[in-house]
């Protein structure tokens, strides 16, 4: 029903920026929440930033000041804007969407911070 194509993943020196970009489409009008996620090896996935349908935005902690998340309706893209980024960043980075009671996963694009 909804598919997540994402890009914008690289290796970037610590203290660099990166912005990844998730394109949206099928039943995108259904879509109340999309977000970033990500996942280093050995560890859990975590949520990184979110951004509602109304355009309110959550972040963790670990990433606030650092990271936006936005959106271009027009193209159907959220974007997540990382500057300032800390090797503990390195992860791999997945583009999320939220219809009411089902979640969408992107592919998963690889962030490298290099020190």
């Known amino acids: 029903q909804v598919q997540l194509v994402e890009s914008g993943g690289g290796l970037v020196q610590a203290g660099g920026s990166l912005r990844l970009s998730c394109a949206a489409s099928?039943?995108?009008?259904?879509?109340?929440?999309m977000g970033w996620y990500r996942q280093a090896p050995g560890k859990q996935r975590e949520l990184v930033a979110q951004?509602?349908?109304?355009?309110?935005?959550n972040y963790a902690d670990s990433v606030k000041g650092r990271f936006t998340i936005s959106r271009e309706s027009a193209k159907n893209t959220v974007y997540l804007q990382m500057n300032s980024l800390k090797p503990e960043d390195t992860a791999v980075y997945y583009c999320?969407?939220?219809?009411?009671?089902?979640?969408?996963w992107g592919q998963g694009t690889q962030v490298t911070v290099s020190s």
């Open positions: 999320n969407a939220i219809i009411p009671g089902f979640h969408y």
């Open positions: 099928g039943s995108i009008f259904s879509i109340n929440v």
């Open positions: 951004i509602t349908s109304g355009g309110s935005t």
